[in-house]
């Protein structure tokens, strides 16, 4: 394998099989995650499912070949309603997560991927490319057992990709694991294709949760595809980033009127404002409000208009 090693977390990184059309990506979210779960109150179960979709979002984003946005999108009957995770092709990510808090409490570890998502869900992936304005979004129903086991599943149908994918997350970091077989060139030996295939897919089933959480890549690919000549490359930095601000929410405020605003603001004494991805709290008190609405008369406010 070529490369030295590099720092562990908040990375995403590439591996072939050499001469052979295998493929695969590398995530580990550390800092990444637990500043996307700062400002947020979830279950464990809600947790590990969210840090499950965020790794996979960012293992989707790394095969794009254009600027643009991945979206995983998981609706269901269960526990948990909605849940989206969102990564950029140069890796800045955010996710949410809505669930119900009463059903989440009596979910116990058997069975927990179908208490929290139900039975007749779907799993939407949509990407966004920024130069083309061009819009792409394919949808599978929730299958199997895992969120891997459905993310398989819509490669399978949407892609034509034969693909395998282990997912795994706790409270400090979320890892991702994907291998897949990418068209060959035509003269190419299939036989020893299949047979790399066949061992790509008992390489990564050999990988635990908690190898996925605690070893390097380079001990992944070591104890997954020891028979194989593998290259891995560099790795690319993944950052958490809300689009959130506070222009963008002075925005908003500005977009619902002064009255109402102001109505808010007589109410409870403040306008707090809560980013849906991000759960950050913005606070506007009279003094931010009158400056928002320079010509009206601000409750609470000492200035005379």
């Known amino acids: 394998m070529s490369e030295s090693k590099q720092p562990a977390g908040d990375l995403v990184r590439r591996f072939i099989v050499e001469n052979q059309p295998v493929r695969g990506h590398w995530v580990r979210l550390d800092a990444a995650w637990r500043e996307l779960c ?36 998981l609706q269901g009957d269960g526990a948990v ?30 069975d927990a991927f179908r208490k929290l998502v139900g039975t007749k869900g779907r799993v939407a992936v949509t990407v966004e490319a920024d130069e083309r304005s061009s819009r792409y979004q394919g949808i599978v129903p929730l299958h199997g057992e895992s969120l891997a086991d459905s993310l398989e599943a819509y490669f399978a149908s949407s892609e034509q990709l034969p693909t395998r994918l282990i997912l795994a997350a706790d409270d400090d970091r979320g890892a991702g ?45 070591e104890r997954g595809f020891a028979e194989h000549d593998m290259r891995l490359f560099r790795g690319a930095p993944v950052q958490f980033e809300c ?59 000492s200035s005379i208009h």
Not at 39 to 62: I, K, T
Not at 182 to 194: K, L, N, R, W
């Open 38 to 73: 700062a400002h947020s109150d979830y279950p464990q179960p809600v947790r590990e499912l969210l840090g499950q979709a965020v790794a996979a979002s960012v293992l989707f984003a790394a095969t794009l070949k254009f600027k643009g946005t991945l979206t995983l999108q």
């Open 81 to 110: 309603g909605l849940l989206v995770a969102q990564c950029t092709h140069d890796y800045r990510l955010r996710a949410v997560a809505r669930f119900d808090a009463e059903r989440v409490a009596e979910i116990d570890s058997q």
């Open 177 to 221: 694991f994907l291998v897949q077989k990418v068209p060959g060139a035509a003269s190419a030996d299939e036989s020893h294709i299949e047979t790399t295939w066949r061992d790509a897919q008992k390489g990564i089933e050999k990988l635990s949760a908690a190898d996925l959480l605690n070893r390097p890549v380079e001990e992944l690919l």
């Open 243 to 301: 689009r959130c601000n506070q222009a963008r929410v002075s925005g908003l405020l500005r977009g619902l009127g002064a009255e109402e605003v102001k109505g808010i603001l007589q109410e409870q004494g403040a306008v707090t404002v809560t980013c849906e991805f991000c759960h950050r709290p913005y606070r506007f008190g009279p003094a931010d409000i009158e400056a928002l609405f320079p010509d009206s008369t601000v409750p609470g406010s």
